[in-house]
């Protein structure tokens, strides 16, 4: 698991350090320890990477495709999750990004309105993503639990989890406003460069 790129309190005062620290050190980690001993005994998988591995969760065992399914998720999407953010965020004007939510969307406050309401009436612990289709559009889907859009032919380009932990000791059952601050910490030089990105 790699480190962070920038300090627990880094991003306060829209998500709290102690927040950080334990959704990182414990959550992630937790699912990076349990997607290894998942693996332990099939050392055929053990070099590949994380894409391949969720890409592929036919090739797998039967007894261990749901934990794969769900630690193998759980370590990729918070990679993509802590990745996402950044205490020095700019906003979004021009360039390739913006061109593609402007075909999409139409403007980026549009796309905000509809990836935070997609948000917002997500049901139980899951994720909100901008993701890349196949085909080179975007969109935006949510995915319940740990299940990746890796796993559906999506490649991930802004992940948002909404799981209760990622927010519950700051903002307790205020997932909206969580939500609202969230966008005040996403790092848009992260998202061009996935869009960008030819793995799909």
Same mark, same amino acid.
Request: hydrophobic share 35%; proline share 3%; with cysteine.
């Given at each position: 698991?790699?480190?962070?790129?920038?300090?627990?309190?880094?991003?306060?005062?829209?998500? !709290?350090?102690?927040?950080?620290?334990?959704?990182?050190?414990? &959550?992630?980690?937790?699912?990076?320890?349990?997607?290894?001993?998942?693996?332990?005994?099939?050392?055929?998988?053990?070099?590949?990477?994380?894409?391949?591995?969720?890409?592929?969760?036919?090739?797998?065992? @039967? !007894?261990?495709?749901?934990?794969?399914?769900?630690?193998?998720?759980?370590?990729?999407? &918070?990679?993509?999750?802590?990745?996402?953010?950044?205490?020095?965020? @700019?906003?979004?004007?021009?360039?390739?990004?913006?061109?593609?939510?402007?075909?999409?969307?139409?403007?980026?406050?549009?796309?905000? @309105?509809?990836?935070?309401?997609?948000?917002?009436?997500?049901?139980?612990?899951?994720?909100?993503?901008?993701? @890349?289709?196949?085909?080179?559009?975007?969109?935006?889907?949510?995915?319940?639990?740990?299940?990746?859009?890796?796993?559906?032919?999506?490649?991930?380009?802004?992940?948002?989890?909404?799981?209760? &932990?990622?927010?519950?000791?700051?903002?307790?059952?205020?997932?909206?406003?969580?939500?609202?601050?969230?966008?005040?910490?996403?790092?848009?030089?992260?998202?061009?460069?996935?869009?960008?990105?030819?793995?799909?």
């Amino acid at each position: 698991m790699s480190a962070l790129k920038y300090e627990y309190r880094a991003l306060e005062p829209y998500i !709290d350090a102690l927040t950080v620290e334990t959704h990182y050190s414990k &959550h992630h980690q937790n699912y990076c320890n349990n997607l290894n001993k998942a693996l332990e005994k099939y050392t055929q998988f053990q070099g590949s990477s994380i894409e391949d591995v969720l890409t592929g969760l036919s090739t797998l065992p @039967k !007894d261990v495709v749901q934990a794969v399914t769900n630690n193998g998720g759980g370590y990729y999407n &918070h990679n993509l999750y802590w990745e996402n953010l950044t205490p020095n965020t @700019k906003p979004l004007t021009e360039g390739v990004l913006m061109d593609e939510i402007r075909k999409a969307f139409v403007s980026f406050a549009d796309f905000q @309105k509809l990836f935070t309401d997609s948000a917002t009436k997500l049901f139980g612990s899951g994720w909100t993503w901008l993701v @890349k289709t196949k085909g080179g559009d975007i969109k935006i889907v949510n995915t319940a639990n740990q299940d990746c859009p890796l796993s559906n032919g999506l490649r991930p380009l802004l992940a948002l989890d909404l799981w209760e &932990h990622a927010y519950y000791l700051k903002y307790q059952n205020r997932r909206a406003e969580y939500i609202q601050n969230w966008w005040q910490v996403v790092d848009w030089g992260v998202v061009t460069a996935r869009l960008n990105s030819r793995l799909l």
